[in-house]
């Protein structure tokens, strides 16, 4: 049986008040919750909460990913507001953008809010760092990592983590176990790990 690889995720949450206490920060604990729930990999997390200035957002990223993080999420500043710039600061990190995960996100809270075309969420590539920009709200977290199903678990729009996974293999990072009854991660037969080897190739 292959020993799982540990993994380092940050996570981040970006609030003006609950950086500054006004209230209770939900962000950082729906990100660990569903990340251990979902993934078999040992985890270790770096959690962040600072509050919604750009330059300190852009500083922080790139310090999860000095620190070895392979994934790093964040939650919080993705909407049209002026305090609002997290995808900015992102962007401003990144060395490639991957626009399908922003993509998808905004087609599954479509589902449920026509404003969800006023989210900016993106993910970008860092190093061999994945940095995806995920909803503010809990339920929204879940919802777009896991994806949806209806009442006979048939599935009706699939979560961003389902690529996750594979997409870390591609840019050299740690081999990512999902349990398949919270999140089944899609790869190619020939980059699924039999023998403690992988053998990632691009996807068509």
Known sequence: MNELDPVRIGIVSISDRAASGVYED?????????????????????????????????????????AGCALVLTTGGTGPAPRDVTPEATLAVAHREMPGFGE????????????????????????KSLIINLPGQPKAIQETLEGLKSADGQTLAAGIFAAVPYCIDLIGGPYIETRDEVCKAFRPKSAIRTTGTIRPQEPA
């Open 26 to 66: 939900k962000g950082l604990p729906a990100l660990q919750g569903w990340l251990t729930s979902a993934l078999r990999n040992p985890i270790t997390f770096d959690a962040r909460l600072i509050p919604d200035e750009q330059a300190l957002i852009s500083q922080t990223l790139i310090g999860l990913v000095d």
């Open 104 to 127: 998808q996100m905004r087609q599954i809270s479509l589902r449920f809010v026509p404003t969800a075309i006023l989210s900016r969420q993106c993910a970008v590539i860092r190093d």
